[in-house]
């Protein structure tokens, strides 16, 4: 057994079956401890699987997992929290009571649990619903006291599967201030999502996965800077009073051969190609006339754009297919020929 | 195994069932059900006082008609000084009531049964008791109950006008009646069993029978429900996370089991109560009555003992099968298997109470499956040697403890077993992967 020590949870060669269907192939990475850390890929991709395995609910058939030196399977229970992808409460019973019941079993005491668990509904504005059953609770509301369940033991290292799903807007907010809370209190979070502009804005590391099989994990900074890709971004305002004519910029914009990324009624994300320069499609905004320049900016691909390049290199059929079925959420891959 | 966790798992499950309405509902059904069992019998005689046959008789002589009405008097005392009411062998609370008839005339005797003032009249003819007639005038020929309480009573007070014909004294006549003195004695010395008492131990092995059975199948299958319950609302996964499957199976199964263990506990105690008030109330109220003090020891410890042996041996199984589903509406054709051993359980103990000494209650009764129910019946009302009891204890323990841990592995697959139900196969293999 490997002594304790600071080094987060590794993954070493990890491989689960299930029956004929490889789910996960030769898994590994690492999430360093106390960072906020996102696990990427589409529906089915192996981050459920993943997150069972590291959580012992699963066991791997092949390959090592370590939280801090130690196998996961030895570590003590308390450490994890976990919230599942499949959202789980006892409907009837009441929402204290619940939430007392769950983290006592994580080994809170009684006492302490009632406190947390006060104190919590009522940061989440849920101060009123101790009394009430659950199923009497909102989507949003059974999720935030879902969220407590994972989270009032203050576990090390948090495990949330989709923690943004089914939030509105503000509950979205209260989520996110409390994951970035608990990262600067030391813990660790690994959450899976599809979300990925939520995963750029929260996370310092990502592991991409595709179809069981790792394509690329590390920072996300290092991973957009050591792209060496490019984008340009501009934003037009519409001149005298007339909509920004995409088409004829577009049109102009075609002897270059530059893939655009995204384009919308006023504003147009193009990938830079070895030779182009800026300036050249600075000139071309100006003479095609879409409208009135706002905006050009020369940036780092986003998170997205690297999630696409990483599947469309392993796998090029695979990106059509997850645009199709929706598992990627605003990626508009739009290839001009 | 965590015993923490086990018993917060038990504490939930507990108090999470004795608080459900349904619960409650249930123990106060119970515990009315069984007032009832003691208390209708009385209640069922009070509305038969109405349908009372009243028989009006016609007896110039009064040769019987003195004895016929001292007979049917609802309670006969005996008048001191005059003849004591032979014994008839007839019910106290008699369907028939004899009065003198107002009238010989027959046409108005005709007209009093037509009105419903008396529901027939009788007319004894003749002037010797060994020459009377008797002549019954009804608008219906009387039930087979009626007539024949009819002639037991006709009989006796016959038998009473024909000794006194014959000159046979009162104190005479009354030593004709005095039962035989029968003396018993048992063969090898001992004491003889009360044949009253056994007969009132039965009824209560009976019911209690009947209590074991139902619990261990209701909360069998609530422990079954249970596992489906947390699968299905998907809470088990967190379950799961936090501690490990096997702690959560015992906390169900005890948790559940002990709330079993408080609704039980709760009927016996009230039955005790109605039998103790009944007692006080005396014959009165009639109906079942068991004197509690008459309750053995050894027959309420064995079934306090085989009710917690049988239902960890059904409550294992019932959660290993329930762990294999995903839908509430799938846990009866899971637990199907169950349910059958479980019918026939039922009918071989209800053969065993009539005959617990039979070879094949004996052999069954080492077969776990049937043990917690047929070893009760055998202790509670047969002859078992000490050996046999504790060989049948163990061996409901053995089986226990192998189906638990087998109960365990299989539950430790099924709880994240989602989607179609899987077959044998696919259980075992994935039993030997994980």
């Known amino acids: 057994m490997n002594a304790t020590n600071n080094s987060g949870l590794v993954l070493q060669g990890v491989r689960k079956a299930f029956r004929n269907v490889v789910a996960v192939d030769d898994l590994t990475f690492t999430v360093p401890r106390g960072s906020m850390f996102g696990l990427l890929g589409a529906n089915g991709a192996g981050k459920t699987t993943t997150l069972r395995m590291v959580l012992n609910i699963l066991s791997p058939d092949a390959g090592t997992i370590l939280w801090n030196g ?143 099989r790792l394509l690329t994990t590390g920072l996300i900074s290092d991973l957009k800077r050591g792209s060496g890709r490019q984008m340009v971004e501009m934003d037009f305002a519409a001149a005298n009073g007339q909509p920004a004519n995409m088409d004829a910029f577009v049109a102009a914009l075609k002897p270059l051969n530059l893939p655009i990324h995204e384009r919308r009624a006023d504003s147009l994300r193009l990938e830079m190609q070895p030779g182009v320069k800026t300036d050249d499609i600075l000139a071309l905004a100006l003479s095609s006339g879409p409208g009135q320049v706002r905006r050009f900016e020369l940036e780092e691909p986003s998170l997205q754009e690297i999630f696409i390049d990483a599947v469309q290199k392993s796998d090029p059929a695979a990106v059509h297919e997850l645009v199709a079925e929706g598992s990627l959420p605003g990626g508009k891959v739009l290839t001009e020929g | 195994m965590n015993f923490r966790n086990l018993l917060l798992i038990l504490k939930r499950e507990y108090l999470q069932r004795v608080r459900s309405p349904g619960f409650i509902i249930g123990t106060v059904v119970g515990i009315l059900g069984l007032a009832a069992l003691a208390f209708v019998p009385a209640l069922i005689g009070l509305l038969d006082q109405s349908s009372i046959a009243k028989v009006a008789v016609v007896d110039q002589n009064d040769l019987v008609f003195p004895t016929l009405e001292l007979l049917s ?103 004709l009646y005095s039962p035989p003195e029968l003396k018993v004695v048992p063969v090898g010395g001992g004491v003889l069993k009360d044949q009253n008492a056994q007969i009132q131990s039965a009824a209560l092995v009976y019911v209690l029978l009947i209590l074991l059975y139902v619990v261990i199948l209701m909360y069998g299958l609530q422990v079954a429900m249970g596992v489906v319950e947390e699968k299905s609302s998907r809470v088990m996964e967190l379950l799961i996370t936090a501690i490990r499957p096997i702690e959560l199976m015992a906390g169900k199964i005890l948790g559940i089991g002990l709330a079993g263990l408080t609704q039980a506990g709760l009927w016996v105690a009230s039955g005790l109560v109605v039998l103790l008030f009944r007692n006080v109330l005396g014959d009165a109220v009639g109906g079942i009555g068991i004197d509690v003090a008459s309750v053995p020891l050894p027959t309420l410890l064995s079934f306090l003992l085989f009710f917690i042996l049988g239902y960890v041996l059904y409550a294992a199984m019932y959660a290993a099968l329930g762990s294999l589903v995903s839908k509430t509406e799938d846990v009866n054709s899971v637990t199907a298997p169950l349910t059958i051993i479980n019918v026939a359980v039922y009918l071989v103990s209800i053969y065993a109470l009539s005959d617990p000494e039979a070879t094949f209650v004996k052999i069954l009764s080492f077969v776990p499956f049937f043990t917690p129910m047929l070893m009760f019946i055998r202790v509670a009302l047969g002859t078992t040697a000490i050996w046999e009891f504790v060989l049948g204890v163990v061996l409901v323990l053995a089986m226990s403890y192998l189906l638990t841990w087998f109960a365990a592995k299989i539950y430790r697959v099924g709880v994240l077993l989602y989607g179609k139900r899987p077959s044998v196969r696919e259980i075992v293999r994935l039993m030997r992967t994980t």
């Not at chain 1, 006592?104 to 101790?130: F, I, M, P, V």
């Not at chain 1, 959450?191 to 929260?202: D, G, K, T």
């Not at chain 2, 009238?103 to 049964?113: F, G, I, N, W």
């Open chain 1, 70 to 212: 130690v196998p996961a399977t030895h570590v003590p229970r308390s450490t994890f929290g976990y919230l599942p992808e499949e959202r789980g409460l006892y409907l009837k019973m009441k929402v204290g009571e619940e939430l007392v019941f769950l983290s006592s079993l994580y080994g809170l005491s009684t006492a302490e649990a009632t406190k947390r668990a006060h104190e919590w509904l009522e940061r989440l504005s849920l101060g009123d619903a101790w009394n009430r059953k659950v199923e009497e609770l909102s989507k949003g509301n059974q999720q935030k006291v879902q969220v407590l369940a994972a989270i009032l033991h203050e576990p090390d290292f948090m495990l949330m599967d989709e923690p943004f799903s089914g939030l509105d807007p503000i509950n979205t907010e209260v989520l996110r201030d409390t994951l970035i809370q608990r990262q600067q209190a030391g813990h660790t979070i690994v959450f899976s999502s599809h979300r990925l502009e939520q995963v750029e804005e929260l996370c310092d590391y990502v592991a991409i996965i595709h179809k069981g």
């Open chain 2, 73 to 175: 008097k609802p309670t006969p005392t005996p008048v001191p000084g005059s003849t004591p009411a032979p014994q008839t062998g007839l019910s106290v609370g008699s369907p028939i009531r004899f009065s003198k008839a107002t009238t010989t005339d027959p046409t108005a005797l005709d007209a009093q049964v037509t009105n419903g003032d008396i529901s027939a009249y009788l007319i004894v003819e003749g002037d010797k008791a060994s020459t009377t007639t008797f002549t019954y005038h009804a608008k219906d020929r009387p039930g087979n109950l009626t007539s024949s309480q009819l002639s037991a009573y006709l009989n006796v007070a016959l038998t009473q006008a024909k000794l006194k014909e014959f000159g046979v004294s009162a104190q005479q006549a009354q030593s």
